[in-house]
């Protein structure tokens, strides 16, 4: 006689298992300590052969039919449905080991290690906000650019434009990463080019106008709060390097007898250094007889242990009612590059590798198909570093700055050799130009 789901509920645990039958090889298996699970005995080959089919109440006595019928189907079909139970097990644990959250986790260990922390956390929590929840289980070598363009136009209907072009960026390296490992064929990314609206640049607030700089500059020397803040405002517009770098300053990379600052730029993995102009040594001086002692060169208010905060210097300026749209921390990088490249016309390459753009310094070279260390070069060929008439009529002859040039001797001062070798070949030219006029 057929079960019914009153005769189930009905069964109680007994010191031994017991079998309530159902048909066609479908019974119901009680335990002792209560537990109700759903067998299947079947002949595969002339051996009598039984699966688990789930457990009730999980496993409905409706669905336990349907999964028996299933395997009588596999049985009628020549397959012995415990290999195909086995089979779809296995399958179920590549399909997971697989799977675009793994994977991306996995690339994120190994990519996190040329990263700062912050970078790192930035990456990983958009792929677990924005990606995750929809792919995150899904088999990298099944997911269709259609299901990756569903994800960024989810991000882009928050207007969110440039974190959907970083998540396809993210994605795109994913892919890559599983084609490395021969989890992917093919990197779905790539075909998404174009497909999202583009990102508008945001350019962090900057003081460019030299009668601008001047006023912030005076308005930094009359700043009234601690020495370590006033420090490190008086020291950005000198060594213009990146916030976060300036802030965890540490004492032993500064060498105030050589006048010079050498430390591992995070972003780029690469030594950068920083020479220390006469005033900045004078600040760092002063600062010395009180942090000194300490690791980091502008320590945190509350803790010695730990570096400044990076709104400090925020905090600042906006105390000195410099507005958020007049001037950012990081806008002492776009002062400096805006202002060695127009006004003082310094080389581009200069300017890029002063300013640790890898990429950027990179990007001109090619450009220019010429390297960094040369021979003399015709004096034509200046004029190709920079489109500014007035860089060019200095190179020409016709409005030479000899100031200029011993600047940015100054300024190169510790700097590689093949750095100071091109400056060097500019003055010989710069010399010879004026000496035909």
């Not at 009588?72 to 296995?90: F, I």
């Not at 958009?126 to 136009?153: C, M, N, Q, Y």
């Not at 993995?269 to 006469?278: G, H, N, R, S």
Request: hydrophobic share 40%.
């Amino acid at each position: 006689m057929p079960l019914t789901n009153t005769k189930i509920l009905n069964a109680k645990p007994l010191a031994k298992s017991y079998k309530l039958f159902d048909e066609r090889g479908l019974y119901l298996e009680v335990a002792p300590a209560g537990g109700k699970w759903w067998r299947f005995k079947y002949h595969y080959r002339s051996k009598e052969k039984r699966i688990s089919l789930g457990t009730y109440p999980d496993i409905s006595l409706v669905r336990a039919r349907e999964r028996r019928d299933e395997a009588r189907t596999q049985v009628a079909e020549g397959l012995d449905p415990s290999e195909v139970k086995k089979a779809q097990k296995r399958q179920g644990i590549e399909s997971s080991e697989n799977s675009f959250e793994v994977i991306a986790l996995e690339w994120h260990v190994n990519r996190a290690q040329g990263w700062s922390q912050i970078h790192a956390d930035n990456v990983m929590g958009r792929l677990k906000r924005d990606v995750f929840p929809w792919l995150g289980k899904r088999p990298v070598a099944e997911i269709t650019p259609t299901e990756l363009l569903s994800v960024l136009r989810r991000i882009e209907e928050r207007g969110a434009n440039e974190t959907a072009h970083r998540v396809k960026g993210n994605c795109g390296e994913v892919f890559r990463y599983a084609i490395a490992t021969g989890r992917a064929d093919r990197n779905i990314a790539a075909d998404l080019t174009g497909a999202l609206v583009p990102a508008q640049k945001k350019h962090l607030a900057s003081v460019t106008k030299p009668e601008k700089v001047g006023e912030l500059l005076r308005a930094i020397e009359g700043y009234s709060g601690t020495l370590t803040v006033r420090s490190a405002l008086k020291l950005a517009p000198l060594v213009f390097v990146r916030p976060g770098e300036l802030r965890t300053a540490l004492w032993a990379d500064i060498d105030l007898a050589t006048a010079e600052w050498r430390f591992l730029v995070t972003k780029t993995k690469t030594e950068l250094i920083v020479p220390l102009a006469t005033q900045a040594v004078a600040i760092l001086t002063e600062l010395a007889a009180l942090t000194g002692n300490r690791a980091y060169v502008f320590p945190s208010a509350r803790s010695p242990r730990r570096p400044m905060s990076n709104n400090a210097v925020l905090s600042a300026l906006r105390r000195m009612e410099i507005g958020k749209d007049e001037m950012s921390g990081h806008g002492f990088r776009a002062m400096a590059r805006t202002i060695l490249d127009e006004i003082l016309v310094y080389r581009p390459d200069i300017i890029e590798h002063q300013l640790a753009h890898q990429h950027q310094l990179a990007h001109l070279l090619r450009q220019l198909r010429q390297p960094v260390v040369g021979e003399d070069e015709p004096l034509e060929r200046h004029g190709q570093w920079h489109e500014h008439g007035a860089q060019r009529a200095a190179l020409e002859g016709e409005h030479a700055q000899p100031r200029q040039l011993r600047d940015c001797s100054r300024h190169l001062r510790g700097r590689p050799e093949q750095v100071r070798v091109r400056v060097r070949v500019r003055v010989r030219v710069r010399v010879r130009s004026r000496a035909r006029t």
